[in-house]
């Protein structure tokens, strides 16, 4: 008995310990957070699986913000349904587009998930590369546009600032 409340007061001291290096940490003064994380391969090589998020402006619930992944791609994740069921199936969504600070806009290809927590449409993966640096390379915002099939298109303005620090922060995603 007693053996086993030493296993589980030390599984508790270990999950305390770990838990706030598993948690967002937020870039004061910013809307952009970032968590630091790896994993090892089964060949023992360290793979950076580290994330960056930045919330939309004007969006005080944080339910609509960007996640970069270190080891590839972007998602979208908004409370606003983006798509079809048709669009989920097929893995498309209507036209995408973006543009740094007030530039023009570019075209940007993504497919339609549901959200993992809700179940809901809202959801996007991004798949171009220069979107992602778009991020890093833009003076203030990237703003995203989405054509939703049978509604109106819906934009999404993301603030850039310290995401350059962000980056640093999870070793520029190496």
């Given at each position: 008995?007693?053996?086993?409340?030493?296993?589980?007061?030390?599984?508790?001291?270990?999950?305390?310990?770990?838990?706030?290096a598993?948690?967002?940490k937020?870039?004061?003064?910013?809307?952009?957070?970032?968590?630091?994380?790896?994993?090892?391969?089964?060949?023992?090589?360290r793979?950076?699986?580290?994330?960056i998020?930045?919330?939309?402006r004007?969006?005080?619930?944080?339910?609509?913000?960007?996640?970069?992944?270190?080891?590839?791609?972007?998602?979208?994740?908004?409370?606003?349904?983006?798509?079809?069921?048709?669009?989920?199936?097929?893995?498309?969504?209507?036209?995408?587009?973006?543009?740094?600070?007030?530039?023009?806009?570019?075209?940007?290809?993504?497919?339609?998930?549901?959200?993992?927590?809700?179940?809901?449409?809202?959801?996007?993966?991004?798949?171009?590369?220069?979107?992602?640096?778009?991020?890093?390379?833009?003076?203030?915002?990237?703003?995203?546009?989405?054509?939703?099939?049978?509604?109106?298109?819906?934009?999404?303005t993301?603030?850039?600032?310290?995401?350059?620090?962000?980056?640093?922060?999870?070793?520029?995603?190496?």
């Open positions: 008995m007693k053996k086993q409340q030493n296993m589980v007061i030390g599984l508790v001291g270990l999950l305390l310990v770990a838990t706030p598993l948690a967002d937020a870039v004061p003064g910013t809307r952009v957070s970032y968590k630091v994380a790896s994993e090892v391969d089964s060949e023992g090589h793979h950076n699986t580290s994330m998020f930045v919330d939309a004007g969006d005080s619930t944080g339910q609509t913000y960007m996640a970069f992944f270190c080891n590839g791609g972007a998602r979208l994740y908004t409370n606003t349904t983006l798509g079809t069921a048709a669009e989920i199936n097929s893995g498309t969504i209507g036209a995408m587009s973006y543009r740094m600070d007030s530039g023009a806009y570019k075209t940007v290809e993504g497919g339609l998930r549901l959200d993992n927590k809700t179940g809901q449409r809202s959801s996007v993966n991004i798949y171009d590369s220069q979107f992602s640096q778009a991020f890093l390379t833009a003076s203030q915002t990237v703003t995203l546009q989405v054509n939703r099939t049978g509604s109106t298109p819906v934009s999404y993301f603030p850039v600032k310290g995401l350059a620090q962000a980056y640093r922060a999870v070793n520029n995603c190496d």
